[in-house]
């Protein structure tokens, strides 16, 4: 039977000696909802505290009026008042700088919060709580790593005002076995990654010489774990082979012939299946003359021998998973040095360079440091120069944007966004892999409006994004914006145009800084 799902005001209340608490949800949307049901029940804050807290709330709705606005802050401030508070990156940064604020103030209790909250912000609790122990990966539900989880879980205990730091974790009963038992030495290393990207080849083309290039390749931190973990298997296999030698040399030398009993134990099993298969089986006819004409041994210690045949059995499995993995390390080391003449040569059909030459392209590309191949194909094709800045801020707010599976907004059929999925299908049709060609029409609609003097509350009216992932897009927006201008340093009218652009983006919420 199912139990009932313990609520937050429950847990709350059975650890109120324990707080302030850091409440761990993975799901956005769930920090706030458990946020407003705890907010239906509790309220943290004497009248002094409410008075202090209040006071902060208007400064900062004063010195950003347009960000501290609509239904969404006027749920989250009745909250703060209440010392409950949510925190995710869906929320506007001048938000989370207030919910941050306050915590640090002490005037929070329970922060209900998803897992950024513990990697980038150093704000210690008297106890951290799990909603789950399960994440979503973006590929499927797993449970937290012994890393993930005491990163978090890390928060609890406050210098000086904790002895000891708590932890709790809620037990989904659908999914008991999956609650998660973690353990401090069982927490994972850091695994080096090396990404071989068209900036990441013209760089060590334009920079490097062919020594330093096959040391950079050779000697990063990526190569260097595969390489030690290499050498580990190798030992492994090593030691395997003189298990397997001494195992066998303890066999007699009929161990393996049809002599040994058994070895025709198992080969009568065999005749029997072929019995019932086909009758007039040749394999079975083979079989039959060999054990006629093969004497069976006396062998008055046949159990010692079944014994060592097994373990030898599970050695020789062992040794072959070894030599699985040992492969696959070897296949990943080499792979690195794959994709790297994948990109060079990819680079090269496309008129980038040749060699150590570098033409135009290749210049311009390389003072870029996202999407390279699809934004100078833009930059090439006259688009940012050809058509009005409006439609180039949307076609360039889609780049590297990926829509999660519920975003939806207005699209616009702008002629550039038609455009930019015409260069992107060609790229793609002339082989360039597609994690170059990452571009959505999906945020053009908020760019060209907000490039045409929309207010950012217009923006979350028009799309089911939430406000720190706009405002997100816009920032990506503006870096990529300075990227092309000093990739344009040769073309004055186009790295003056970027410039106009970035400059008309970056106002308001967008430009805030706090």
Known sequence: MELPEVSCSEIIESIQDKLPVLFFVFSRGRTE??????GREWDFLNAQEKKTTESIIRVAEAEQPGTFSGPGWRNLKRLLLQGIAYHHAGLLPPVKYLVEKLYSRRLLWVVFCTETFAAG?????ASAVFDSTRKWDGHDFRILQNREFFQMAGRAGRRGFDRIGHAFIRIDSRFPEQTGFFEEKGVESVSGRLIISPNTVLSLLRYKTDAEIDRFLNKNFKIYQLNKKKDFLEQELNTCAGRISAMKATLCPEGQTLACPLERNKARRQLRRYRWKNNKNKERERLQ??????????????????????????VQDHCHLLKQEYAAVSNQINLIFVEYKEVRDLLENLGYLKGREFYPRGLFALELHVQEILVTEIAFSGLLEDIDPAQVSAVLAGIEFVPGKNAQGARLE????????????????????????????????????????????ELQEMSSLQPGDIFSIFRREIDLLRQIERAAAGNPGLAERMRSIRARLDREEIALSF
């Open 33 to 38: 909802t458990l946020a407003h049901d705890l």
């Open 414 to 457: 702008l002629p550039a966004l038609r455009e930019a999925s015409l260069i992107r299908r060609e790229l793609l049709s002339l082989g360039v892999p597609e994690r170059f060609c990452i571009w959505s029409n999906l945020p053009g609609s908020l760019a060209f409006a907000w490039y045409n003097g929309s207010s950012f509350a």
């Open 121 to 125: 912000v150093n704000f210690p609790a």
């Open 289 to 314: 003359r060999q054990l006629s004409a093969t004497p069976p041994k006396k062998c008055p210690d046949h159990k010692k021998c079944l014994s060592v045949s097994e373990q030898l059995l599970q």
